[in-house]
């Protein structure tokens, strides 16, 4: 399809995937003949992906997120659906990262059409396509229209505002994690109506925050500590708290078997600690899939494998390794957190020299190595997470964070959160 084509649907449940070489956020909104949603219900995103007729599907970064139109589900006020994308990484553009939107019969996924935007630039948001009504029959139109301001550009035209709780005037400043503050209300566009629903209600996507004025660019400086990518290409490589390492050595993914050895020894001689290694998978949604540990060895087919307990911590190496078959894993699986927990009720305070190792399973080299440089008196913490990402590549980010949780179990809820 081309700019401002469009073709009749020849089925009556079609979704819209949109995908790029970077992870994208897709949604959708209902819209009215005049072109603005009726309440917070018509815009669907991961945080609410259902409404009327429309459904939406996150990918969990392996597959694209897509948009779903029951056409005969959709109420009949509505004339239009709109579909939008934005990158996921804050402030990207769509620079050199064209989108293209699939349209498919949503019951057998045939292709129905595509179109990718030509000539994008400076945008950070989308609304790529749309599925409309017109003289009782469906059809779908490509757009392509970019907002600069992401979707907080797009929320506004269309009638979503986002509001924040009254808070004292500060100078700005970086933008605490989406659990901990509440996102800024957008700045309204010249041309908004006056009058529009408010979403304050809804659960907030903190994407639709409204990006700060532009600015003279800063000063160059050096990243936080903690903060930046790696690659293996040097060799290996040693992680600081949250610092995050692609998979990836010489251009290619790291597809073969990894291991993931945890090791301890007592902080004080003669005192035995009981510690426990497990890994737990969850899928895109953060849902808990199943979890590997001293009790259940194997997972997933045997794409996940544990060497067994080690009561004491005693000896020189690894104490406990578990072994990832990353070729193997399920494509469901998004998202591994590899903890340690204090069976035996011991504090971390009481530990010294607890690290996490990633292995070649295939070379015996090791590739990533994360110390723990501190403790908290708690009985358990979440080490390293390998994430899959959209391009099929896994990257592994140091943790670090304690938590209270002497089981495997205990340890489920903090490390879905710590994704």
Not at 80 to 97: E, R, W
Not at 400 to 413: H, I, L, P
Request: some cysteine; aromatic content about 6%.
């Amino acid at each position: 399809m081309t700019p401002g084509s469009n073709i009749p649907l020849a089925a009556a449940r079609v979704t819209v995937d949109v995908s790029a070489p970077v992870r994208l956020d897709v949604s959708g909104l209902l819209l009215t003949a005049d072109g603005k949603v009726r309440s917070d219900d018509d815009f669907i995103f991961y945080n609410q992906p259902q409404g009327p007729g429309v459904t939406y599907r996150s990918g969990g970064g392996a597959t694209p997120d897509a948009i779903t139109v029951d056409t005969a589900a959709v109420p009949p006020g509505i004339e239009k659906i709109v579909v939008t994308a934005s990158p996921d990484a804050a402030g990207q553009t769509f620079q050199g990262i064209e989108p293209t939107a699939t349209i498919r019969n949503a019951d057998d996924s045939g292709v129905l059409a595509t179109f990718t935007p030509p000539q994008l630039g400076a945008e950070t948001a989308l609304v790529i396509v749309e599925i409309y009504r017109r003289n009782g029959v469906w059809k779908a139109r490509a757009v392509g229209q970019g907002y600069a301001n992401g979707l907080a550009g797009i929320a506004t035209d269309f009638g979503v505002t986002v509001e924040e709780p009254a808070a004292p005037a500060a100078p700005p400043q970086q933008v605490a994690p989406p659990q901990q503050v509440a996102p800024p209300q957008p700045t309204a566009r010249p041309a908004q109506a006056p009058a529009t629903p408010t979403v304050a209600s809804m659960p907030v996507d903190p994407r639709l925050a409204a990006p700060p004025a532009p600015a003279a660019p800063p000063a160059p400086q050096a990243a936080a500590p903690g903060s930046g990518k790696i690659n293996l290409d040097k060799g290996r490589v040693s992680l600081q708290k949250n610092q995050t390492v692609s998979l990836v050595k010489g251009g290619r993914p790291l597809l073969s078997q990894v291991k993931m050895g945890l090791g301890w020894e007592p902080a004080y001689r003669g005192k035995d600690i009981d510690l426990d290694a497990s890994v737990i998978a969850f899928g895109p949604q953060r849902n808990h899939l199943d979890s590997c540990y001293f009790g259940k060895l194997q997972i997933l087919g045997g794409s996940i494998r544990h060497s067994g307990d080690n009561l004491t911590g005693e000896g020189g190496g690894d104490d406990e390794v578990i072994t990832v078959d990353l070729g193997r894993l399920p494509q469901e699986v998004s998202g591994l957190v590899f903890t340690v927990n204090s069976f035996s009720g011991q504090k971390f305070t009481e530990v010294a020299k607890a690290y996490c190792r990633l292995i070649d399973a295939g070379s015996g080299e090791e590739l990533v190595r994360f110390d723990l440089t501190s403790a908290e008196p708690q009985t358990g913490v979440m080490m390293a997470k390998l994430i899959r990402q959209y391009s099929g590549e896994w990257e592994m980010t140091a943790v670090g964070e304690f938590v209270k949780g002497r089981t495997v179990r205990q340890m489920v809820k903090p490390a879905g959160a710590a994704l």
